[in-house]
């Protein structure tokens, strides 16, 4: 029997593209759409650097968790810190300016969904070499 059994596996796997099984909805070449996050719109995030943190040139990165509906508008009361940068004022800075971010909406198939997703804020001073924790 446990012959049996491996000589079919074996002419399975010899068949080559024959033994494909094709999902339901699949296209052909691997050309079905894939599911996109949504995309920032604005060209330059409209977060203000905390005055105190950007002279000592004290960097970091806050992970927000946002929630948009099906157009890419921020759902209000959505928004937390996923991840602290370690800073609160840099977490503050970067919650305030959140109403301010725009997006366009997450696709799945083509079709424009509300989504939860990450999205990170970054400080980064000009002047430094090197990030700070």
Known sequence: MKRIITLLAL????QGDSGVVK??????????????PPVAL???PPVEYPP??????????VLLRLF?????ALVSDSTKIQESSGYPALDSAALAAAPELRFAPARRSG???????????????????????
Do not use: M, W
């Open 11 to 14: 002419a399975a796997c010899s």
């Open 52 to 61: 105190a943190l950007y002279d000592q040139g004290i960097e970091g990165t």
């Open 68 to 72: 948009v509906d099906s157009t890419g």
């Open 111 to 133: 079709v424009a969904i509300a989504s939860l997703f990450l999205q990170p804020i970054h400080f980064r001073h000009p002047g430094t070499r090197g990030p700070t924790p």
């Open 23 to 36: 999902l339901p909805g699949a296209q052909a070449g691997g050309d079905a759409p894939k599911d996109q």
């Open 42 to 44: 604005n060209p330059e």
